[in-house]
């Protein structure tokens, strides 16, 4: 049996890494005014995050088409697929999802499609994709490649700095952390995502402090396999994080990535954050 993963640009994998594990990834878009990119594929994270800044306009983001996704899944049989499992942002978050699914009933064949919706977003979205990948090289059925997709999420703890919750509550996305609006303007929220929305964990009153936190609560985790961190802030902060916590962490991985331009038009510039791989979902 010859199982493809399919996922979506908020898993914020690079286009590199996606090939190399032979992910397919139907992307997000981004609304700049009249302009429009596809994430991560006419535009970088760098370019839509020094444009976030200096253009003072709100960008907009829409899901993949349908069509996108019936286009993807049809390629693939075609091209010797047997079964496809298409995991993607949390339903709660995004309609990318539910385009799936109705791409997927408008096949011959539903059955050969298994979407899942990862209920997370980003870099913990982007550990199922993996972990679903190397059960699919393994030669793992589709049942089994999804549900290493969900174990590998449940295993993933995520918790990220915002620079300010403008982007979140003009975006829409404010979930549970709506409770903070109209509070002290200079705190810093620290935020993650749990059943699908995003909700609190604390606020701070400066971005040293917050920094601190975000080591401290990854270096709490018991049995860690792998951090990723993931910012939107300069790669000379993103590394000073890093040293800090491959400190408090010895000789456990850290990846390092951008978090991409539709997620961005939600977190907004200069966020922070670590997404922690632990060995079972006890330790999270």
Known sequence: ????VVTDS????TPEEASGLGVTVVPLTVHFGERSYLDRVEITPQEFFRRLTSEGVLPKTSQPSVGAFL????????EGATAIVSIHISGKLSGTVNAARTARENLP??????????ETVTAPLAYGVRAAAAAAHGGAGPEAVAAAARDAIRRTHLVAVLDTLEYLHKGGRIGRVRAWLGGVLSIKPLISVKDGEVVPVERVRTRTRALERIIELTAQHRDP???????????????????????????????????GPVVGVYAGPNVVGTATLCKDSTSV
């Open 109 to 118: 064949d539903p059955s050969c499609v298994v979407v899942v919706d990862s």
């Open 71 to 78: 286009e993807t899944y049809q390629r693939l049989l075609r």
């Open 225 to 259: 396999v792998e951090i990723t961190l993931l910012h939107s802030c300069s790669d000379e902060e993103a590394a000073r994080v890093q040293q800090r916590i491959a400190a408090a962490l010895p000789g456990v991985p850290i990846r390092t990535g951008w978090i």
């Open 10 to 13: 908020t898993s914020d994998l």
């Open 1 to 4: 049996m010859s199982v493809r």
